[in-house]
């Protein structure tokens, strides 16, 4: 601590409006450590960042860097002070090739003043090979996976010498193997001298990786502590102001009839699948990103068009040709990514979580208004959504909210068969509590539920059973309560064995 | 539970607790262009001669019709993120089919549902090109312009077909307790279209469309269906304004409607209603129509040269989408509102 620290933030002060969104936040990095930044949605987590990035003006307070006070007026500061920013909506051009990003600002000119494409290529090579990655730098962006892609961004931040480089829930859309090779990328980086600024709420990865911990709550500074001193229950309750007691725990579920049955399920690189989900039961779609458990989900729900196989809903064939079909059958799905599929960001609370019911809510076409907001405040009850919020636009709520909204819809439909494809992803702690307690609920109300989780503790906690799924096919079943993560992982990524793989493809 | 937390850290006032902060863009959508109306029509009584006069009002509101029917039909189209350039072309071929049918012989009531169903017909088409071959409606109904405009030429040969005792020349020029017929009709088209969108459930699926449509998809909405539907209704609303301008002008114009799509967009953008789909009102798209309207009248009663009037209805254009893009622009300091912290 004698040391003075690469970056500090002392007394960092922001308003918006009558709203302080983070008072006197303190803040320090040395070289060569992860510091991960934490705290719930709301936290003041991207606001801090945003100061560092310049993106917007802090209010009060001082930034340091190497024991001289800094001002960031604009992003082009920031990265004249050095400091990079890896976004969690990532900030590229998909129709450019991974060069021309790259290069992007300041590209090499010819002596004639046109382009220099084979420069532009080499040193796009030269630049990916400094983060030890083979990526063809001729390809276009957009056809990279985003683990991919966020590579890509790590090399542009490395190749402009970046001394703090922030990553903003990194791992949120990596594989496994993607988060590995990123693990590695920041251990280079770190032994190179860099200070990371590590933002994620995924606890065994920030366990992993950091060095010290910085938790805010409510725009204020809550403590800093290195990892070996602190448990994972200590920064929880720092984040949260209270003790949280497992996340997973729930009582035993007892499971019925089965409700939702596939065979044969197939499409585009998917299937043959089959699969069961009980009445009471809540089943989950274990494996790696790409192994099809998405497209999975959308075949039932008639999202894609299904090249064989049936599916059944209580017994009776659903022939689903669209979601419409499929949601008439008793089918609800949450897709993956809310704000491009699942919700209407700019209309209310109330008509995103209506539009789904309103053939139960009219008469002759026309939509019963009174009686379908009432229904839509008493869901939103259920969920501990503020009421108020009801004609707020669905894109002022936080990620947690936001979710809470998508299920309200189902909830309001009461289908039978609810599909939650990751529902926690980029959700406070405290919202997660409360999806997993509803999916709970829901289970113990006799609906049948199918939850896809890349998280894999949460896939084991929260399941009765759990389908591990390898290139579009459920490789191996197992009961939740016995499963372990190294099991789940082996069967995902076909190391358990290809004689396992095989006699389990069909049957499972 | 977690929301009582948190209102202090939520970038965003609106998520908080408490009076949320004057906005400037929701004052904007629910009176602005409202107040641009009354400020125009006060501005006109006060420097034109004889505007505020009844038979003048009357004046304005029916030559406004044509295009207020066109408008309306034209928001459903761009609530879904759709245009529809071929409304014009569809004024001239759908009053050529009605004048035609009615001079040989078709009795007036018919002879109008047959422009409004050619309007429908051809609505029908831009629709099916749209929503099932997922061609670009820009592409498309420039297509269909271009196609319907020659149609009409093709019909008439190239000439009006001008029928002095033409049967429906009521819809156009007749009077019922003293309002003009088409003010009448305008009247009933925005009162259905209101309805249809602020009252049902079709009218919400419009909405979602042109929110998201995937979105919508996956909540269950025929978005093929409603794609559809709304060029079907773009297009019999173009047909009855084409059925209405014939009876006024008492012929078939083969040129008839020449650009007016392009005021019928402006009256609904001038209304609120934002081309990408997904918001807007009905009553914007009137008020739109009105100010449009108003302005070329007031414009003509002051003497302006028809060169300057262009230039002033191309400014209050602008000046009304400026507006619009700025309250769609995230101002710098809410950018962090999706996810504050």
Not at chain 1, 51 to 73: A, C, H, K, T
Not at chain 1, 452 to 470: C, N, T, Y
Request: with cysteine; proline share 4%; charged share 20%.
């Amino acid at each position: 601590m004698t040391a003075e620290p690469l970056l500090r933030l002392e007394d960092v002060t922001k308003r918006f409006g009558a709203t302080l969104a983070l008072d006197n936040v303190r803040f320090d990095l040395r070289a060569g450590e992860v510091h991960a930044l934490m705290g719930e949605n709301g936290a003041g987590k991207s606001t801090l960042m945003k100061i560092l990035s310049g993106n917007i003006q802090r209010d009060g307070g001082r930034i340091v860097m190497d024991g001289r006070p800094i001002d960031i007026r604009s992003p082009l500061d920031a990265r004249a002070h050095g400091i990079a920013i890896i976004h969690q909506e990532l900030n590229t051009i998909p129709a450019m090739t991974v060069a021309e990003n790259l290069s992007l600002g300041r590209e090499p000119r010819t002596r004639f003043g046109t382009l220099d494409r084979r420069r532009v290529l080499r040193e796009a090579r030269e630049k990916l090979a400094r983060i030890g990655s083979d990526i063809d730098p001729a390809q276009p962006l957009g056809s990279l996976s985003v683990g991919m892609q966020q590579m890509v961004e790590i090399a542009r931040a490395v190749s402009e010498d970046a001394r703090v480089l922030v990553l903003d829930e990194p791992t949120a859309a990596l594989s496994r193997a993607e988060a590995l090779q990123l693990y590695a990328l920041i251990g280079q980086m770190r032994t190179a001298g860099v200070g990371l600024i590590y933002i994620s709420h995924r606890m065994e990865e920030v366990w992993q990786l950091a060095d010290r911990v910085t938790v805010l709550r409510d725009g204020s500074y809550v403590g800093t502590g290195a990892m070996g001193e602190l448990s994972p229950e200590d920064v929880v309750r720092m984040m949260v102001g209270r003790a949280m007691g497992d996340l997973y725990d729930h009582a035993p579920r007892v499971a019925g009839d089965v409700v939702l049955a596939v065979e044969g399920l197939s499409g585009d690189g998917i299937g043959p699948v089959d699969l069961e989900v009980r009445s009471g039961e809540v089943v989950c779609m274990a494996g790696l990103i790409g192994s099809g458990r998405t497209e999975v989900a959308r075949l039932i729900f008639g999202a894609d068009r299904r090249s064989g196989g049936t599916v059944a809903i209580d017994g009776v064939p659903s022939r689903p040709a669209d979601p419409h079909a499929a949601i008439a059958d008793g089918i609800g799905m949450v897709p993956e990514d809310r704000k491009d599929q699942g919700l209407f960001l700019d209309h209310s609370v109330e008509i995103n979580v209506a539009i789904s019911s309103l053939d139960r809510f009219s008469t002759a076409g026309v939509v019963r208004r009174a009686e379908a907001r009432q229904t839509v405040l008493e869901e939103m009850g259920r969920l501990h959504l503020r009421k108020n919020a009801i004609d707020l636009a669905v894109k002022a709520l936080s990620g947690g909210n936001q979710q809470k909204a998508a299920l309200a819809r189902w909830l309001m439909r009461d289908s039978r068969v609810l599909i939650l494809d990751e529902p926690t992803r980029g959700v406070d702690i405290g919202a997660k509590r409360e999806i997993y307690e509803l999916i709970d609920a829901l289970a113990r109300a006799g609906k049948a539920v199918l939850v896809i989780s890349s998280d894999l503790p949460e896939a084991i906690g929260i399941s009765d059973r759990l389908l591990v799924m390898r290139e579009g096919r459920i490789v191996h079943e197992l009961s939740s309560d016995r499963a372990t993560e190294e099991e789940v992982m082996a069967y995902a990524t076909g190391t358990a064995g290809r004689a396992a793989g095989a006699s389990h493809g069909a049957e499972a | 539970m977690t929301n009582e937390m948190k209102p202090l850290a939520q970038a965003a006032p609106q998520d908080g607790a408490g009076r949320p902060p004057f906005d400037f863009a929701k004052w904007w959508d629910r009176v602005g262009i409202l107040m641009v109306l009354i400020a125009l029509v006060l501005l006109m009584s006060l420097i034109a001669p004889n505007f505020n006069r009844i038979d003048n009002l009357l004046n304005i509101a029916r030559s406004i019709s044509v295009n207020a029917i066109l408008a309306a039909g034209l928001t459903f189209v761009i609530l879904t993120g759709g245009i529809d350039l071929s409304v014009g072309s569809i004024i001239a071929v759908s009053g050529v089919v009605a004048v035609v049918l009615a001079i040989a012989g078709l009795p007036a009531p018919l002879a109008v549902l047959a422009g409004i169903g050619v309007g429908a017909l051809c609505g029908l088409v831009n629709g099916a090109l749209t929503a099932y071959l997922s061609l670009a409606p820009f592409i498309v109904t420039l297509g269909t312009m271009t196609f319907l405009r020659g149609l009409a030429y093709t019909i008439t040969a190239g000439q009006p077909i001008v029928s002095s005792d033409l049967n429906f020349k009521g819809i156009g020029i007749g009077y019922l307790f003293g309002v003009p017929i088409p003010v009448i009709v305008m009247a009933i088209v925005f009162l259905i279209a209101w309805f249809l969108l602020e009252r049902t459930r079709y009218g919400r699926h419009v909405y979602a469309v042109g929110g998201n449509a995937q979105a919508a998809r996956l909540a269950g909405v025929r978005v093929d269906r409603v794609t559809l539907s709304v060029y079907v209704i773009g297009g019999a609303c173009a047909g009855l304004a084409g059925v209405i301008f014939a009876a006024r002008v008492i012929s078939a114009q083969p040129t008839a409607g020449t650009g007016y799509e392009l005021d019928a967009i402006a009256a609904v953008v001038l209304g609120g209603t934002s081309l990408a789909g997904g918001r807007g009102r009905i009553v914007g798209t009137l008020i739109g129509s009105v100010i449009l309207g108003v302005l070329s009248t007031g414009l003509i009663l002051l003497n302006v040269p028809f060169f300057t009037q262009l230039l002033i209805k191309g400014v209050v254009i602008i000046f009304a989408v400026a507006i619009d893009s700025l309250k769609t622009r995230p101002l710098p300091f809410l950018r962090g509102s999706r996810r504050a912290g």
